[in-house]
């Protein structure tokens, strides 16, 4: 049962890897959160971790002409929306000259435009409360040039743009927007990569100057702070929380 002046969240792409640290980060904070994602067994799983606090919804945020649907559903059945944490992403790791324009498409796609439509959707529903706050999951590849990643970069580039302008349109009607720029998190995912690339992994070390690499709870720590009254006055940023690798040398 969820009391009258409890917070709602939604987190897209919830169910596993930084997603899931912040759901459970907000969980643990007493926040309902309503974690979105396309594998039901994931959300499951994920559900079962989180316990009551938890909602789970299998939609796949590629789907854009669903989005407006979707997000009047849970308007209708939690009544309000007071934070939304714009996480699912994907990634493709390709030489430039052989990246498709499908390719390119299909990241700006779930990168961008599902960001983009999720976030018109739920302003529209936290502009009459005259509040709310988004929360844009960014990366490293909006900071610096990291090869053979073009698409992703490009769509984190932008979301970094879109902060900021969304920012500047929304804070006056009392919607707060700030991004989180993780560094090299120790998911399973990093893992793979870094692992199968010694050089890569000793680039990455000797560039970050706390000299190891953070924790998805780090990012859901941040997220928890940018949600609440200790961050009323914040709005319009990108935070990396890196470990000083985005001014490492």
């Known amino acids: 049962m969820i009391q009258q002046d409890q917070k709602i969240a939604i987190v897209t792409g919830g169910a596993s890897g930084i997603g899931l640290a912040i759901a459970k980060e907000f969980v643990a904070n007493n ?10 067994s994931k959300l499951d799983n994920a559900k079962q971790l989180l316990g009551d606090l938890c909602g789970t919804i299998s939609f796949d945020l590629g789907k854009l002409e669903g989005i407006p649907a979707l997000v009047e559903r849970i308007v209708d059945e939690y009544g309000k929306i007071d934070i939304l944490v714009n996480n699912a992403g994907i990634n493709m790791k390709k030489e430039f ?3 498709t324009d499908q390719d390119f498409m299909s990241i700006i796609q779930t990168n961008l435009l599902s960001v ?4 018109r959707e739920v302003v529209k529903a936290m502009t009459p409360r005259q509040s709310g706050c988004i929360i844009n999951i960014s990366s490293m590849a909006a900071q610096y040039g990291i090869p053979k990643v073009i698409a992703y970069t490009a769509s984190k580039t932008a979301l970094d743009g879109m902060t900021k302008a969304m920012a500047v349109e929304l804070s006056p009607k009392g919607i707060r927007i700030n991004s989180i720029a993780p560094g090299f998190i120790a998911t399973d995912m990093s893992a793979k990569a870094l692992d199968s690339d010694p050089e890569r992994k000793n680039k990455v070390m000797s560039r ?3 000299g190891y690499m953070g924790e ?3 990012i859901g720590t941040t997220a928890v702070f940018l949600a609440s009254e200790g961050a009323k006055y914040i709005t319009g ?8 690798n985005s001014v490492g040398f």
């Open 31 to 40: 926040i309902f959160t309503i974690i979105i994602g396309r594998d039901q």
């Open 116 to 119: 983009f439509a999720v976030s």
């Open 237 to 244: 940023t990108i935070i990396p929380v890196d470990g000083g």
């Open 216 to 218: 998805p709870k780090d």
């Open 208 to 210: 970050t100057p706390m």
């Open 97 to 99: 000259s052989e990246v």
